[in-house]
């Protein structure tokens, strides 16, 4: 079993900058990858990037350019920076760990509780 921590959500003005992080406790060796969704109001909940044991990372179109996640092994966190907030990226952020098999492959196995982010001026 994997239990996901998420932090660092909150209030923040267009154009600002926010760091999530996600830290994982537990094991389950069929996992072997970690990733970042968003649930916007009124909305599916979409995929943002993910980061695989390996170091391979990839990121949704919406998010290219802005946000970047990356990992620390040695705390089991993994972090998601966001720059150039936008209203439209306003949203409750999940942390997941699952498998994936290759770069925009990821199945999820475990969620978080989610962190709330709001873009407001």
């Known amino acids: 079993q994997v239990q996901l921590m998420e932090s660092g959500g909150g209030l923040v003005q267009p154009g600002g900058s926010l760091v999530l992080s996600c830290t994982a406790s537990?094991?389950?060796?069929?996992?072997?990858?970690m990733a970042w969704y968003r649930h916007p109001p009124e909305k599916w909940r979409e995929f943002v990037a993910a980061?695989?044991?390996?170091?391979?990372?990839w990121t949704d179109e919406v998010a290219k350019g802005r946000f970047t996640i990356s990992k620390d092994n040695s705390k089991n966190t993994v972090y998601l920076q966001m720059n150039n907030l936008e209203l439209g990226d306003t949203a409750v952020y999940y942390c997941?760990?699952?498998?994936?098999?290759?770069?925009?492959?990821?199945?999820?196995?475990?969620w978080g509780e989610g962190t709330l982010v709001a873009v407001s001026s």
């Open positions: 997941a760990a699952g498998r994936s098999s290759m770069r925009g492959h990821f199945v999820v196995k475990y």
């Open positions: 537990g094991s389950d060796d069929s996992t072997n990858a």
């Open positions: 980061i695989t044991s390996g170091g391979m990372a």
